[in-house]
């Protein structure tokens, strides 16, 4: 079992999702944010009591950017040559097999990461066992 070279407890500065100004009120204005342009607007101007705008300081630490929850960061594979730019970064990256990757490529990839000491973080997707089948 490979686990992370460092493990930091990873925090968040803000959970909550931004949402765009206005979006509670109606339906075709969509929560994804957009920042507020108008002359007169109050979020733009930062009223109190106001949602709150994105800003660079609500960013994460540079050292948990990225991590996983298990201390590792993603890297996505689609083949087992990828596996092999993991070799020496076993410890830190954690391989993630992409969504259009046939069972019989899982299988490879599965069987060359356990060889490499690589750790794949959706390792039972579409693989079915022999007592299953």
Same mark, same amino acid.
């Given at each position: 079992?490979?686990?992370?070279l460092v493990k930091h407890a990873i925090v968040k500065k803000r959970t909550k999702k931004f949402k765009r100004h206005q979006s509670d009120r109606y339906k075709k204005v969509d929560e994804s944010?957009?920042?507020p342009k108008g002359i007169d607007n109050r979020v733009r101007r930062r009223f109190k009591g106001q949602i &709150?705008?994105?800003k660079i300081g609500y960013g994460s630490n540079q050292k948990t950017r990225h991590l996983l929850p298990n201390g590792f +960061?993603?890297?996505l594979v689609k083949n087992t040559s990828d596996l092999e730019l993991?070799?020496?970064h076993n410890r830190v990256y954690?391989?993630?097999? &992409?969504?259009?990757?046939?069972s019989r490529k899982?299988?490879?990839i599965l069987e060359r990461a356990a060889q490499l000491n690589v +750790?794949?973080?959706?390792a039972g997707a579409r693989v079915r066992t022999a007592e299953n089948e």
């Open positions: 079992m490979v686990t992370p944010w957009r920042k &709150a705008m994105p +960061k993603k890297f993991l070799l020496m954690a391989a993630e097999i &992409a969504h259009n990757i046939s899982r299988i490879a +750790k794949v973080t959706n």
